[in-house]
């Protein structure tokens, strides 16, 4: 059974770098698309973008020009980076699995909510 | 972009119902059609791809249809633990999107 799960830092101050990452267990992280996706509180789901086990990346337009992911292999993690955060950035980040065609958010880590504020 | 709306966005039903939830695309989307499952302080869960499609351990009580723009999930008999918010999300093109979300309470 494929897991994963999200760690890094819950507050992060205003115009700083939001930096998280995810673990996935159960599985390798050498295929599929792994992907971010946040819930700012009390609201929807937005895809934040997501990076292909072969390194490429697919971003949100609204949110490209702040976004970074990676890959560490051997460590069967992959990371999230944000830059320049506002408060309009608080939310839940979720990492999951996109299946084998980029179809279908399968796999879900539980989520960590991040806090920006001074 | 794609937008995705649904409809309701909430809705109130009795243990037993008969549940419809709507999801329309702004273009053409052929099948590329996820449902998931958000219960509060929780991940959403996936329950249908490829509009239809039931994922693996899901009760068959949920089922999906449509294609094209115009998809819906139904839910044939409700059961206490459906009661949560449904999202639909297109996985036709990036960047995906997700509908607004529709609320499932209980009468």
């Known amino acids: 059974q494929v897991q994963l799960q999200e760690s890094g830092p819950g507050l992060v101050k205003p115009s700083e770098t939001l930096s998280l990452t995810c673990t996935v267990s159960g599985g390798s992280i050498s295929s599929y698309f792994w992907s971010w996706i946040r819930q700012p509180p009390g609201k929807g789901l937005e895809w934040i973008g997501y990076?292909?086990?072969?390194?490429?990346?697919n971003y949100n337009p609204s949110l490209k020009s702040r976004v970074t992911m990676s890959l560490a292999t051997s460590r069967n993690q992959f990371s999230l980076k944000l830059t320049s955060v506002t408060a309009a950035d608080t939310a839940v980040y979720y990492c999951?699995?996109?299946?084998?065609?980029?179809?279908?958010?399968?796999?879900w880590g539980q989520g960590t909510l991040v806090t920006v504020s001074s | 972009d794609i937008q995705m709306t649904q409809s309701p966005s909430s809705l109130s039903a009795s243990v037993g119902d008969r549940v419809t939830i709507t999801c329309r695309a702004s273009?053409?989307?052929?099948?590329?059609l996820n449902w998931y499952q958000q219960k509060p302080g929780k991940a959403p869960k996936l329950l249908i791809y490829?509009?239809?499609s039931l994922q693996s351990g899901v009760p068959s009580r949920f089922s999906g249809s449509g294609s094209g723009t115009d998809f819906t999930l139904t839910i044939s008999s409700l059961q206490p633990e459906d009661f949560a918010t449904y999202y639909c999300?297109?996985?036709?093109?990036?960047?995906?999107?997700f509908g607004q979300g529709t609320k499932l309470e209980i009468k």
């Open positions: 490829a509009a239809s």
């Open positions: 273009q053409s989307i052929g099948r590329y």
């Open positions: 990076i292909y086990y072969n390194g490429s990346t």
């Open positions: 999300q297109q996985s036709y093109n990036t960047p995906e999107s």
């Open positions: 999951a699995r996109e299946g084998p065609y980029g179809d279908k958010l399968d796999y």
